[in-house]
C-alpha cells in the first residue's frame, strides 16, 4: 500500500534540453529547489523554467536551495529565486567565495563566456550581502557530511526529523585540487598567467546529495564525474547507503560520470528509477550510457523523451535521392546531434516516494492544460 499523496516525497525534474533543475516537495509540505534553469529570453515554448513552477505551485520559501556547481545550465535563472522567495538554506559548492570567486569569474571570461561570468558574479554577490545582511544561511558544501536537517545535537541523539540529506561530494581533496589550478592561472591582479582550465573542469567540484527518507534513499549526482566519486567512495565505510531507490543521472549521461562499479553499487539491492536530462548541444546522454542505465535501472525517463528512443532509420527521413550521403553523415555523428533544442518535446519527470523505497513515476506533458496536471 502507497502512503497517502500528501506525506509522500515528490520529486520534479525540470531540464528542456539545457539546464536541470530538481525541485522537491518534502513530506512535511515544505519545498526545495537543487539547480535552476530560466527560459526568458529563449525560443523555446514547450518548457517551463524552475521559477514559473514554483509559482503555479504557490511557493514563496523554500527550505533549502542549492547550487552544485558554477556551471550555466545549472544556475542560470537562480538569481530570481534569491529575489523572490524566502531562502532558508543556500548550498553551494566549495572554495570559492571572497577573492578566489573573482579568479573564478576570469576563468570564464577566458573561455569567452562572459555572459555566465556576469552571471555567476551577480548571483553570488547578492548572496553574499544576503549573508551579510543575515537574511541568508550559506553553507559551501563538502562531503561527506549531513547538511539537513540543519541543527543537530553534539555527543547525544540526533534530533528527529523525517528527511536526512547527505552532502556525498565534493571531498575536501578535489576541491583543493580544484582551487588551487583556478588560482594558480592568474597573478594578484588577475591577470592570466597560464591557460585556464577547461570549461568542463568545474564539473570537478559539482555538489552531490543522499536523501533519505525511511529506507527510501534518493541520490542527486549534479555533474558529479567518477573521480569525485572514487574520492568520496573512499569516505564511505558503509557503501549499501548508496544502494539506491532513485538516481538523478550525473552529468546528464556522460561516459565521464558512469561507470559499471558505479551503477553497480546504486543497484546492488534493488534497480532504483533513473531520470535524466539531456544536454543536447553537448550530444549527451551517450547511447552507450544509455544503454549500461538501462541494465541497472527498473524505469529509465527523461525530461526530453525523445533521446531515449532508439535510432532507426525511418527517424531520419532517409527517403529521397541523397539518402545515402545522409546516412553515412548519422553513422559519422554517431550521436544526438541531430536533435536541436527547438525540435525537442520537453515535459517534467514526477517521481512521488514513499519511505519504504516504493516510487511511483509520471511525465508531465507541457502544453495547454499544463497548469491542471501540476
Ligand atoms: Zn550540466
Ligand atoms: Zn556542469
Redesign the pocket.
Known amino acids: 500500500m502507497m502512503q497517502d499523496n500528501q506525506s509522500m516525497l515528490h520529486l520534479y525534474v525540470l531540464g528542456p534540453g539545457v539546464g ?1 533543475s530538481i525541485v522537491i516537495r518534502l513530506p512535511d509540505g515544505k519545498w526545495g529547489v537543487i539547480d535552476c534553469f530560466c527560459n526568458k529570453g529563449g525560443s523555446s515554448q514547450s518548457s517551463i523554467d524552475t521559477f514559473d513552477f514554483l509559482q503555479r505551485k504557490h511557493v514563496d520559501a523554500l527550505e533549502f536551495l542549492c547550487l552544485t556547481h558554477p ?1 550555466h ?2 544556475y542560470s535563472g537562480m538569481i530570481q529565486l534569491l529575489e523572490n522567495l524566502r531562502i532558508k538554506n543556500f548550498w553551494q559548492f566549495p572554495e570559492m567565495c571572497g577573492d578566489d570567486l573573482l579568479y573564478l569569474l576570469q576563468t570564464f571570461r577566458q573561455t569567452s563566456k562572459e555572459h555566465e561570468a556576469t552571471a555567476l558574479g551577480s548571483l553570488l554577490g547578492l548572496a553574499d550581502r544576503m549573508r551579510k545582511q543575515k537574511q541568508l544561511d550559506i553553507e559551501y558544501v563538502r562531503g561527506v557530511s549531513q547538511i539537513y536537517p540543519t541543527s543537530v545535537t553534539i555527543g547525544g541523539s540526533s534530533p528527529v526529523s523525517e528527511i536526512a540529506i547527505w552532502a556525498l561530494a565534493p571531498s575536501s581533496g578535489i576541491s583543493a585540487d580544484y582551487r588551487s589550478k583556478i588560482t594558480a592561472c592568474f597573478d594578484k591582479d588577475y591577470r592570466l598567467l597560464s591557460k585556464a582550465p577547461r570549461h568542463a573542469y568545474h ?1 570537478y567540484i559539482s555538489i552531490a546529495l543522499l536523501m533519505m527518507y525511511g529506507d527510501t534513499h534518493i541520490l542527486l549526482g549534479g ?1 558529479t564525474i567518477i573521480r569525485s566519486w572514487k574520492a568520496t567512495l573512499q569516505k564511505i565505510d558503509n557503501k549499501s547507503i548508496l544502494s539506491v531507490d532513485f538516481v538523478k543521472v550525473g ?2 549521461g556522460s561516459a565521464n560520470a558512469n561507470d559499471l562499479p558505479l551503477w553497480e553499487l546504486f543497484s546492488s539491492k534493488r534497480k532504483p528509477i533513473a531520470v535524466i536530462t539531456p ?1 543536447v548541444s553537448s550530444r549527451l546522454p551517450r547511447q552507450n550510457v544509455l544503454k549500461l542505465i538501462r541494465q541497472h535501472s527498473s524505469d529509465l525517463i527523461s525530461t526530453c523523451p525523445e533521446v531515449l528512443e532508439p535510432r532507426t532509420r525511418e527517424r531520419y527521413d532517409l527517403s529521397g535521392k541523397n539518402s545515402q550521403k545522409k546516412l553515412a553523415t548519422l553513422k559519422k555523428l554517431k550521436c544526438h546531434s541531430y536533435i536541436t533544442r527547438s525540435s525537442l518535446n520537453t515535459g517534467i519527470c514526477h517521481v512521488r516516494f514513499d519511505n519504504n523505497g516504493h516510487g511511483e513515476t509520471e511525465f508531465l506533458h507541457i502544453g495547454n492544460n499544463f497548469s491542471e496536471t501540476l
Open positions: 536541470e556551471h545550465d545549472h564539473n555533474d552529468h546528464h544536454f
